[in-house]
């Protein structure tokens, strides 16, 4: 993956496919770009730079095989996790299931308050949540 970050938490996502997992190859872009301010940064990375980091990507040396590699690696960890038993599965199910339920306790401001069955007057500081709804 080559990696051109402009905004925000894209320079950390940057730092962990290229320093973390060694997966990505930067650019080098450096400065990060305002919203609604990209045309006035002016060319902040050169189609040689663009070039060679395509190149790392794609060349036959080991370095470039060796990150193919690990993201195959990643990439077959990631569709485990989404699979029934695997751990991404789980725990979306686990959410659902607090969501889903008709009863829950949440903190609020150091209490604890019951969220509403569907037709229980709800208090005017907690969202309106239509169980119905829900799974």
């Known amino acids: 993956m080559v990696t051109w970050p402009q905004f925000q938490e894209q320079f950390y996502n940057e ?3 290229v320093q973390i997992l060694r997966i990505g190859v930067s650019v080098g872009a450096q400065n990060v770009v305002h919203l609604g301010e990209e045309e006035k940064s002016g060319v902040m990375v050169t189609s040689a730079e663009l070039t060679k980091a ?4 794609m060349g036959d040396g080991k370095e470039s ?3 193919r590699k690990r993201a195959k690696t990643l990439g077959k960890i990631a569709n485990e996790a989404i ?3 695997g ?9 659902i299931q607090v969501v889903a339920r ?3 306790t949440i903190e609020e ?5 019951r969220l509403q069955r569907e037709g229980d007057e709800i208090p005017p500081h907690l969202p309106r949540l239509h169980h119905s709804a829900l799974p």
């Open 15 to 17: 730092k962990l496919l």
């Open 65 to 67: 095989e060796d990150r």
């Open 109 to 113: 401001k150091g209490g604890r308050h």
């Open 87 to 95: 751990s991404s599965y789980r725990n979306i199910t686990r959410l």
């Open 102 to 104: 008709k009863e829950e």
């Open 54 to 57: 395509i190149e790392m990507v």
């Open 83 to 85: 699979e029934e038993e």
